[in-house]
């Protein structure tokens, strides 16, 4: 490795090491992988059970609001639910006025084998 390379490594290193975001989402990537290894055998990751939780509990009538709860973009939360309906651990069914968007008239409700995951993690 050249010198320059170097100390251009080192200067990224004493930068990673002083910045508390690089070390904080560096925690939690690794707190987030230890408990996807957990949940492996229920066929769940931890953003997964986080949203059944969510589902289970009713405390969210639409998309929006499950994103809200979650602090998650819709699109990311669209995304979340397409994989567990995949997998039949979460469905929606259209509910609501014909007056709001296509989007938020869809409700969460729960498949049996969802909650069995979810129980089983």
């Known amino acids: 490795m050249s ?13 990673v090491r002083a910045c508390a975001v690089m070390n904080f989402r560096q925690v939690t990537r690794a707190v987030t992988a230890q408990f996807d ?9 931890a ?16 998309v929006t609001e499950l994103a809200a709860i979650l602090a998650m ?5 669209t ?3 397409k994989l ?3 997998r039949a651990a979460a469905s929606l069914s259209p ?7 296509r989007d938020e008239r869809r409700r ?6 969802g909650r069995k995951r979810k129980r089983a993690s």
């Open 3 to 15: 010198e320059k390379a170097v100390r251009t490594l080192a200067r990224y290193q004493e930068v």
């Open 37 to 45: 290894d957990a949940l492996r055998p229920a066929g769940l990751r």
């Open 47 to 62: 953003t997964q059970l986080n949203l059944l939780v969510v589902i289970e509990g009713a405390f969210a009538n639409t």
């Open 73 to 77: 973009d819709r699109t990311t939360m």
């Open 79 to 81: 995304r979340n639910l």
């Open 84 to 86: 567990l309906r995949a």
């Open 95 to 101: 509910t609501g006025s014909p007056s709001l968007r």
């Open 108 to 113: 969460q409700s729960r498949y049996h084998s």
